[in-house]
């Protein structure tokens, strides 16, 4: 699972963020695109495997109330998951 996400964060793009972002009903604007583009680049492995509640504090900052509180929320349920 871990090679598979690496190869797909390798991968990713700042179109892919945004398409699966509306595809939850979450409207990012251009600059939170390239934040969570970079964060993702940047801290995927923390996500996957980490503690990453110093990573959302920051986020938390940076972004709109409301498209944080989807994408935590959308994160805990794909955590789940894996």
Do not use: C, R
Not at 3 to 28: G, P, R
């Amino acid at each position: 699972m871990e090679e598979m996400l690496k190869e797909y964060v390798k991968n990713i793009d700042e179109y892919t963020i945004d398409k699966f972002a509306k595809s939850h009903q979450i409207a990012l604007s251009d600059d939170e695109i390239k934040i969570i583009y970079l964060y993702i680049k940047n801290y995927w492995y923390e996500f996957y495997k980490g503690n990453p509640k110093d990573l959302f504090a920051e986020l938390k900052e940076q972004i709109s109330k409301e498209n944080y509180e989807k994408i935590e929320e959308l994160y805990y349920e794909y955590k789940k998951k894996i």
